[in-house]
């Protein structure tokens, strides 16, 4: 296997109503200790959807107007013909961003969806242009003669990975922000769960300095409906893990689990595998009910089961998140964070498709993808507006860079700013935060091949959602240590949210 491939392989292992606007701002005060006093009133979740391998978010967004389509389809060498990349105008299904125009961008045609809830009466949709790690407030100038402090390993996809899921490219990668709000808000759960659940990866993420995540699975499928044999949460059984014919296996397991031993590592392991026997089980029966070796959820879940949704990866961990989110009293929480992920947008040699015999980019690895993408979050937030809970829910996404503007004939190559999507209820929707970055804008952000320098820092972006969720200034600070680097970019997001 040659380095790429087994990058891309790699890659693809690793988803309330209008208040009073609180100012975007951070303490200035040392974050020290965390102490849980956030807001932790009422009941909020926080969706963390990560793309693993790079999507390539300029097709994912593309302008629409003639001179910045021209741009635009120049940056990206020319169509699909000549080998570029540049989607046909004519296939861009357009919106119109409040302050851009009318008809002033397009979501990629795989995108549907998209399309439909950023043109809602709701406005549950948004765009943040041009976000990435950064180490501080940086210019092109400033990058082009190494006259600021860089995110270490720019265009690695683990270290982007890293930078994206902990926010402290300037630390080794012991805890993710993910975890550090489950810290701030770890009595947020009167129960067992904890508030951090992750079912696609993220174990960065989810690591708080004293929270600890909890993983579950993806609902799974069978016949067309819920596989009734099957939950989201299991304890590890005795008789399918042992080779054991005694009586009462299970309770010898569990009881193994429990002795006292010698070694301090052993000791460690048996008491996390306790836990999660424990956790399990709480959660298991909070959430379905046993009938003859079957199980059913407690809480139905309106979910679509419209052609493709059942086979759809994506949908099926969003699927389970909802019936968490649908779970949350007899759960025992008020704030829950979930990471889920799909896989596959290294897209360096197979980014085109084919129709009709004749190289296209409506078709391919990107297109597939992005079709997945567009299905499982529609269904998502269909479900969360049926029962009840659009405004309390936000999807959020990352991804480790955003792809080269330049083609290589084949696909796309590493690069670093992207555009990324928010979508809930509290959204402030219908509009792009952030210049978007074609015409005029493009020279002045662009080091070489296309590679995006980011105008808004990823901290600042996933910080604005944490303050949704309930932190305030100082555990801001708390949770993005790096935060009060970026002043001026604080402002571009700052009417992201309703409240």
Known sequence: MNRRKFIQSSAALSAIGAAPFVPFSISTADAGTITPSADESGYRALVCLFLFGG??????????QTSEYNSYAASRNGQAAGNGLALPLASLLPISPTGLGSSSLGFHPAMPSMQALFADAAKPLAIVANTGPLLSETTLSQYQTSNVELPPQLFSHSDMQMHWQSMRPDQPAVTGWGGRIA?????????????????????????GDIATPYQVMPVRYASGAIDPRTRIARTPVAEINWNWTGSKPQDVFINDYSSARANLLEQQYGRLTKGSLEIGEF????????????????????WSSAAGVL???????????????AARQALGTTRQVFFVSLGGFDNHGDQFGNVNNTKSLLAGKHYSLLSLVDQALKTFYDATVSMGVSNLVTTMTMSDFGRTLKSNGQGSDHGWGSHQLVLGGA???????????????????????????????????TARLAQWFGANSTELATIFPNLSRFPSHLPKVASLMKS
């Open 55 to 64: 999507n390539d978010s300029h097709n994912m967004i593309v302008p629409f």
């Open 183 to 207: 810290d701030v808000f770890r009595v947020a759960s009167s129960g067992r769960l904890p508030v951090s659940i992750g079912l696609g990866g993220g174990g960065i993420f989810m690591k």
């Open 283 to 302: 959660v298991g029966n909070a959430m379905y009910a046993e009938n003859a070796g079957n199980y059913s959820l407690r809480n139905a879940v309106p």
């Open 311 to 325: 086979n759809n990866p994506l949908a099926a961990q969003l699927h389970a998140v909802a019936a968490m989110i």
């Open 427 to 461: 959204v402030n929707g219908g509009r792009v935060y952030g210049d978007f970055p074609f015409a005029a804008k493009l020279p002045l952000i662009d080091i070489g091949q296309g590679r995006l320098l980011p105008e808004i820092a990823a901290d600042v972006y």
